[in-house]
């Protein structure tokens, strides 16, 4: 008996809620809206349909008139539209037109997520693979320095291309304006420590917190160098040495660490056409790759128009890396750079347009 009348109420639910359906009552069709989630529920209860001839449902978002038997083919397709809107990535936005018809040019821009700090570079990391075949990343460590740095700023601007620079702070405080210059060229600008220092060797691999300094000392210094420039949380440990507990600090701090898919050894090499030979042999056997580099080695900036020359005759393409938000800073260490600065702390504090005039010429 009680078996029959639960099995008589389920029927004249759904006959309610197909009558309501057909009477215009409650629908989930919006236009290309998702449905709306109260509690979690998708579809309406047989108690919500099931409503009188003298109090109409109402409808959600209907803009015209539906036929009852095309209502679930109409909201079939839908659901079909909105599964395509929600699987398709993001339209890429153009690159910027490059005034020279010769130059070798972006072949695309990526963004990095650092949320929890990724590793990149196959020679260690091999989960983040994203180039294509013939994609190339060019990055350069050491920098800034006077002459080679703005030497390899002006091939890559005359080629219409960008790259990523890992600066050691010290430098980007003594030179701050070559920062400065990258980023508002569009390059990309990260970290490489304070001083340059192998964290995997002591005193720092037995101390952590002298480590931290001196990974966050250069984040720091870079950023002041920017001034008002975005810097990204981009980190290069020195000589690749990457200590597993500095790996796991970096995630906190949402800083990506990059390796190198091939290191050119350019450090060893005098001439520009050495280095030239070396990066282009090693693509040539990898297909593609995040590129090692310093602009801190002269021979390394003389390269760069033939470098940049070969590469086009080669049919590799330049990747250029952005992050998806710039980095941030931690007070401690920012007022550690400041100190470092001795002689310009106390009276320096006018600016030079107020304390400098001409007065004759």
Not at 211 to 222: F, N, P
Request: net charge neutral.
């Amino acid at each position: 008996m009680r078996l029959g009348v639960i099995a008589a109420l389920m029927t004249f639910g759904l006959a309610a809620l197909v009558m309501a359906q057909m009477a215009g009552g409650p629908s989930f069709v919006s236009g290309l809206s998702p449905p709306q989630d109260r509690g979690g529920a998708v579809f309406a209860s047989a108690s919500q349909a099931a409503q009188t001839d003298a109090t109409p449902a109402p409808t959600i978002g209907i803009t015209q008139a539906v036929a009852p038997q095309a209502r679930v083919a109409s909201a079939a397709r839908i659901a079909l539209a909105h599964s395509a809107i929600a699987a398709e990535p993001p339209a890429a936005q153009p690159l910027a037109t490059c005034n020279n018809p010769d130059a070798l040019g972006l072949s695309r821009v990526v963004e990095i997520d650092t949320t929890g700090g990724p590793a990149f570079g196959t020679e260690h990391f091999k989960q983040y693979d994203f180039l294509h075949d013939k994609e190339v990343v060019l990055t350069f460590d050491d920098g800034p320095w006077p002459e080679n740095t703005p030497m390899v700023l002006k091939a890559l601007q005359e080629n219409c291309i960008k790259a990523t620079f890992f600066e050691i702070g010290e430098h980007a405080t003594w030179r701050p304006d070559l920062t400065r210059a990258l980023v508002s060229a569009g390059m990309t600008v990260g970290s490489h420590t304070w001083s340059h220092r192998d964290l995997a060797k002591n005193p720092y691999a037995k101390d952590i917190e002298q480590a931290k300094q001196e990974i966050e000392m250069g984040v720091s210094a870079v950023h002041m160098a920017a001034a008002s420039g975005s810097i990204a949380p981009f980190f290069r440990f020195p000589a690749l040495q990457q200590p597993p507990e500095l790996i796991a600090y970096l995630g906190t701090r949402n800083i990506a660490i990059f390796s190198a898919d091939i290191d050119t050894f350019d450090f060893k090499l005098r001439k520009p056409e050495d280095v030239v030979k070396s990066a282009m042999t090693k693509l040539a056997k990898n297909g593609k790759g995040i590129l090692l580099m310093h602009d801190f080695q002269h021979a390394t900036a003389q390269a760069m128009p033939e470098l940049i020359r070969q590469l086009k005759a080669g049919g590799y393409k330049i990747v250029h890396m952005v992050p998806k938000e710039p980095v941030t800073t931690l007070a401690k260490y920012d007022d550690m750079v400041r100190a470092q600065d001795k002689y310009s702390i106390s009276n320096n504090t006018r600016s030079e347009s107020n304390v400098v005039k001409t007065i004759a010429q």
